[in-house]
């Protein structure tokens, strides 16, 4: 499976997720004017005007909750994504750093000067100490991201069964 897998299936459900939103925002704006269509349809299925109403504004309030949520998970996604990057990067500059500094220690001691060796020595040192802090931080990004890629697929899942739950209800009352 590419890498790129989970970024067109990511963008791909932002697209949709946009249209969901948009969709639950004017079913919204809907309701009321529907309210007065609803009561002979709701008294004929044994439910009254005020529970008819009360059953589908709280289902499109609900979708409408579940799909806010999924863009905020879709947005940590993207921190966590660019956050991750810049993790990845840090590791590759710290190793950089690495051989640059056993390069200069070698030179240093190549030219027998005990002040150059010390100083790369100890620069050595730091640029070990640097790579390892940046590997770790790496590692534990990497668990973060792949929380955040957790949250947003878990919030998919409920929106989808929302979503039918949500249109189902309403059409059964309307």
């Known amino acids: 499976m590419s890498e790129s897998f989970p970024l067109e299936f990511v963008l791909q459900v932002k697209n949709e997720m946009s249209t969901g939103i948009n969709q639950a925002k004017s079913d919204i704006k809907g309701l009321g004017d529907e309210a007065s269509k609803t009561e002979s349809k709701a008294k004929s299925s044994g439910m009254g005007i005020g529970a008819a109403f009360q059953f589908t504004a709280l289902n499109a309030f609900n979708l409408a909750t ?89 919030n998919i899942i409920p929106n989808i069964i929302s979503g039918i739950g949500t249109v189902a209800g309403v059409i059964q009352v309307y």
């Open 66 to 154: 579940s799909l806010i949520n999924t863009k905020r998970a879709y947005e940590d996604l993207g921190k966590a994504e660019g956050q991750q990057q810049s993790k990845r990067e840090a590791v590759i500059k710290s190793s950089n750093r690495l051989k640059n500094a056993e390069i200069n220690l070698a030179v240093a001691r190549k030219k027998g000067d005990p002040v150059k060796i010390a100083k790369a020595e100890n620069n050595l040192q730091n640029a070990r100490l640097n790579l390892t802090r940046a590997t770790r931080n790496e590692k534990l990004g990497q668990v973060e991201l792949n929380r955040s890629y957790e949250d947003f697929y878990l």
